[in-house]
């Protein structure tokens, strides 16, 4: 058998990799739904279980040889069910949109009325739009926030939960920098007659810490990603009361997916074994300050936010009076190393490749051990960076200021294979 290692073989991938390992460490991660993955869990995901097919759940597979990746398997459950404290857990999809989808294809028939957050309005391809599966094949109506509050309109919500009778309604969020209420979700829902489901896919970590209120006990589904605030591998997770569990397990196998990925199973196993420290609960209690350092000095610097801050581990800078869009925003830091996301604003006048805003994350950030000092640092980089992109000699100090700032915070060290060859 071959066992050359991976250079050996092919060294396209293998520069493509060490140059984004570099990447990682060079630049101010601020992308909201990113995050750095321990060492351990990325050694998890690199192992012999990608060879194994394990179609089925543990002890009632459909191959032979399944006695480790059950194992794991098991592990995981378990952990997830202590974690969330719940009573059923699916490990299995390979994605959050794969989670949503599998309680989609489960509990709804194609054509039911489907009510999620409005995309323009912080929320998910995968809750109704129309350019996504879940609004093909479901009929996706949408809520968004109060155009004075810009907070989620719950009056908005009973009046078309009213209307248009949805078989499911859906919270979560992709870009919402407030707590949910999912009392009042599940109010609405359940006196209603519609299921609810809850994607706490960006919050799962925040959740996890209990610095968010849990949606158990509210939502009768409830989906995840495991790679943003959890800070798992990427991946998907389904938690719902015991009931459901076996109608949920067929949606996911052999509903929407064939064989688990065993591998990331086991880093998903790691990463919520992680999860239960208070080490990481300790960390998501940063991620919120963090959070509430950068929107106070972005709003003391003079930018505008929606909802007027955060109580999360994101936030949204408005752009709209500003001359410059969230395209250009983006693309100005950029060049200074501070990676972060255009995305639209409520009520947005620009379209979605353009937009007026800026979304900002802390997780990544915090992973790396900054705290508020750095925060207020950054926030000044961005002012200096967004309020004047042109200026080339100001770039380049931002630029030096953002290598300094990575180097007194490193980050995988470890899986730099050769830290002489400097591909960049
Ligand atoms: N749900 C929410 C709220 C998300 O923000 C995202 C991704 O950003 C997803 C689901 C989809 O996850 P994935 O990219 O793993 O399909």
């Given at each position: 058998m071959d066992e050359k290692t991976l250079k050996q073989t092919d060294i396209a991938v293998y520069k493509a990799i060490q140059s984004e390992t570099r990447r990682e460490m060079d630049h101010l991660v601020m992308i909201a739904s990113e995050n750095y993955a321990s060492r351990a869990v990325i050694e998890a995901q690199a192992n012999v279980m990608t060879n194994k097919y394990a179609e089925g759940y543990p002890a009632a597979r459909y191959y032979g040889g399944c006695e480790f990746v059950d194992e794991v398997e098991e592990i995981a459950i378990k952990r997830a069910k202590d974690l969330f404290k719940v009573e059923y857990v699916n490990?299995?999809?390979?994605?959050g949109s794969q989670a949503n989808m599998a309680v989609y294809m489960s509990f709804l028939s194609p054509g039911d009325v489907i009510l999620g957050m409005n995309l323009a309005h912080g929320g998910h391809l995968s809750h109704g739009s129309s350019v996504s599966f879940s609004g093909m094949l479901y009929k996706g109506i949408s809520y968004g926030l109060n155009s004075r509050t810009q907070l989620i309109d719950y009056d908005q919500i009973n009046d078309l939960v009213k209307m248009h009778k949805p078989k499911m309604i859906i919270a979560g969020a992709s870009a919402y920098p407030r707590q949910i209420d999912f009392n009042l979700f599940h109010e609405i829902a359940h006196s209603n007659g519609a299921y609810l489901m809850v994607d706490m896919a960006h919050i799962a970590g925040l959740i996890a810490a209990n610095l968010h209120p849990s949606p158990v006990g509210k939502a009768d589904f409830i989906t995840s990603t495991t790679h943003k605030t959890l800070r798992g591998p990427r991946g998907g997770l389904i938690l719902a009361r015991k009931e459901f569990g076996p109608r949920l397990n067929k949606g996911i196998f052999?509903?929407?997916?064939?064989?688990?990925l065993m591998h990331i199973i086991a880093a998903k196993a790691v990463s919520f074994k992680e999860a239960m420290t208070q080490d990481f609960i300790d960390y998501q209690v940063q991620v919120i300050k963090n959070a509430k350092v950068l929107a106070d000095e972005l709003m003391r610097l003079g930018f505008d936010l929606i909802s007027g801050g955060t109580d999360n581990h994101l936030l949204l800078v408005d752009l709209s009076k500003m001359a410059i869009t969230g395209q250009e925003a983006e693309h100005a830091l950029e060049q200074v190393a501070i990676v972060a996301n255009k995305n639209s604003i409520p009520f947005?006048?620009?379209?979605p490749r353009v937009t007026s805003g800026l979304r900002l994350g802390t997780p990544a950030l915090t992973t790396r051990g900054m705290k508020e000092p750095e925060m207020k640092i950054i926030a000044s980089i961005i002012k200096g960076v967004i309020k004047d992109p042109g200026n080339q000699i100001e770039l380049a100090r931002a630029r030096n200021k953002v290598l300094e700032i990575c180097e007194s915070y490193p980050i995988y060290q470890s899986l730099m294979y050769d830290k002489k060859e400097n591909i960049q």
């Open positions: 490990v299995q999809p390979h994605s052999p509903g929407i997916q064939g064989g688990p947005d006048k620009r379209g």
